[in-house]
């Protein structure tokens, strides 16, 4: 066993916070084995009662997708989300593996097939996620496949290693001990999620090269940072690497043009290059790219939330990810690589539970990131007031 | 993608015999990959609905069996539950990988630990079989792990190889047709099991080298072979390869004394050679054996019941698995190779409903090979008339 999993299950751990006498449901895909065991023996050595990991094999997807009959496309079988409720009802610890596995599984496959089925994804797990029953995270799992996707020029084992020194770096288990430099970062992100909160800004105004926005923000509009708290109070970091300060903007008030400063790649894989896009009180009225921006306005049509704005993300110049300049086809990692905003549904908990309701709804939620060393984020207070966020990549709050 | 696994799938969907608009429940270990996939992509094309493939990873028992509190080993998932009790509800189809997989997983672990934890196997499997809701089969899955511990002595390569080819045999898949060859196959058991059922014997005698014994039938005791019927009056082959035609005995019937052909190869891994049994009145009174006597012993104080006969089971020698020779150390494919008795358990469907309080409980289902094709069995009338049952290896009524 190569012990760089060992390393990694530990943080894994630490980052949902294992209890003793929980159970554990872990979420991998077939590809990802070596981590999946030592995720669960790191956790039944933190003293957890049961550990459950749920394999997905996107494969079997495939067959699916090709010979089953289309109306059943959308069946999702009862014992999944069995599963899922059970572990929010147990106030169990969740832990899901991140990454890319197996990109050639669905390749090739009819996109209106393929869109039908959203396994292993579960409508259901929205709802625990807004419920804060369980304490979870997700980590990127290395593997061979993942890294020829992303390092197509090098030899396999070259980019296998190089993609493991990446995630090493941008995990910060290069660090002495990586857990008190994830403390660190997380206490600096949440001053920051605390004093944009506490500013209760009007708007944020971004501007960069190709963007000038002003977003309206809803009166409770809630930053946060790094680490989430269940109901039952355990602390968890719910996305590691994390470098986001984020909420959710009111969504009927977006104005100004956008230039995204990273590919954007959608689920099914297709890349978008060059993306600009133009809002009108609070709605995506001009979406252009130099790659790809058919097969993005094709996804938007889903609903009208679709083409409103679901989150605001704000990533400073010490995140890790940004300065690789090495796209992971893993929203993930790609989003914690420079602010980002997100078109399709917020979050529940962004807003106070009176405001939620104003909140943007829609069936899907696509982060595209606008940001760099040089944007301008700027608060802007209901008196007019004008108070510089960031500055050179760094907080000025 | 080996085409020998399509092959194999094919006969496995057929063995299941998987219905239009059917949910179809998996059961695989990690490193059975190809095959369940291969199933799966074969159910979909006779029209299941949804195609759910569990994979079980022995690496996350070792890491329970190793860490995890002594006093949880027997909690069992409600999900795991709930999904086998859906599947029976919706009268699905079941379709589970045999075979070894990955021996080394739980070598060396405390087997006081290890009998404490159950999974992958549920009590509710035995409920859902006697139901009769589900149609279902296993079929073996040919692995390198397993391979290499058939054919120790062979090249790894080679060991697969030869494991492939002799599973191809077995399992008939070297005939023009073998949906077709499996007909006729199960259609002389049935013939036979029939003609045992119409002769309602009081007793079975078994006579051979080192064998010498009597068991009771119960009035209703009946035999069974090759196929099963769900409720719903779908047929399936619930084990493939099958050869054998078995009831249960009456458990307080049981005179004489036994020597084993075959070794006989526990759950945990013991090998035991040269065994001999004598019963008195139906229990088994004296066991020794040339090697692994003691632990069988141990095994046998779990309860009452675990040292009576369960199940009596007729294989002739049309039976491919016996001439081979090799052992499988996979009792599904091994108790098939000749004629063989369980202690412990019998299944309730091996007696009328009336007298199914008569048949033998235990926690345990331990089968032994007495068969060769020497071995004379003949039935007893309750007028005391002799009547040859097989001879030689082949049938006689």
């Known amino acids: 066993m190569d012990e760089r999993f060992e390393t990694l299950a530990g943080l894994a751990v630490h980052g949902a916070n294992v209890q003793p006498g929980q159970l554990v449901g872990v979420s991998a895909s077939l590809g990802q084995e070596e981590l999946a065991r030592a995720v669960a023996s790191a956790a039944y050595r933190r003293g957890a009662k049961f550990v459950d990991v749920l394999y997905f094999d996107p494969f079997v997807k495939r067959a699916r997708i090709e010979h089953a009959d289309l109306d059943s496309l959308d069946y999702v079988p009862d014992w999944l989300k069995a599963r899922l409720l059970a572990l929010a009802e147990a106030s169990a610890a969740r832990i899901s593996l991140g990454g890319v596995v197996s990109p050639e599984a669905l390749e090739g496959l009819d996109g209106a097939r393929l869109g039908r089925d959203q396994l292993p994804w579960l409508k259901e797990a929205m709802q625990v996620l807004n419920d804060r029953s369980t304490n979870w995270t997700i980590v990127p799992c290395p593997t061979h496949d993942w890294a020829e996707l992303v390092f197509p020029d090098l030899d396999p084992e070259e980019a296998y290693e190089r993609l493991w020194s990446e995630l090493w770096h941008v ?149 890790r990810i940004g300065k690789l300049g090495t796209v992971f086809y893993d929203t993930l990692l790609d989003e914690n690589a420079a602010s980002h905003i997100a078109l399709g549904a917020a979050y529940a908990f962004s807003a106070a539970e009176e405001e939620r309701d104003r909140l943007n709804v829609s069936g899907l939620h696509i982060d595209f990131m606008i940001g760099s060393d040089e944007l301008e984020v700027t608060g802007l207070t209901p008196e007019g007031e004008r108070i510089p966020v960031l500055r050179g990549g760094d907080w000025q709050i």
Chains 1, 2 share one sequence.
């Open 171 to 319: 995990l910060r288990l290069d660090e002495p001990d990586p857990a008190v430099a994830w403390d660190a970062r997380i206490e600096l992100l949440k001053t920051s999620s605390e004093a944009l909160n506490d500013r209760r800004f009007d708007a944020i105004e971004l501007k960069g090269e190709g963007t000038e926005l002003t977003l309206g923000l809803l009166p409770t509009s809630h930053w946060q940072a790094g680490d989430f708290v269940t109901r039952f109070g355990v602390r968890h970091l719910p996305n590691l690497p994390t470098e986001e300060v984020f909420t959710a903007p009111d969504p009927l008030r977006a104005d100004g043009h956008v230039t995204s400063t990273k590919p954007l790649v959608l689920k099914d894989g297709t890349i978008v290059r060059g993306l600009t896009v133009r809002f009108e009180g609070g709605k995506a009225v001009e979406i252009d790219a130099d790659e790809g921006a058919e097969a993005l306005r094709a996804k938007l049509e889903l609903d009208e939330g679709a083409t409103r704005l679901g989150e605001l993300a704000l990533v400073d110049r010490q995140g």
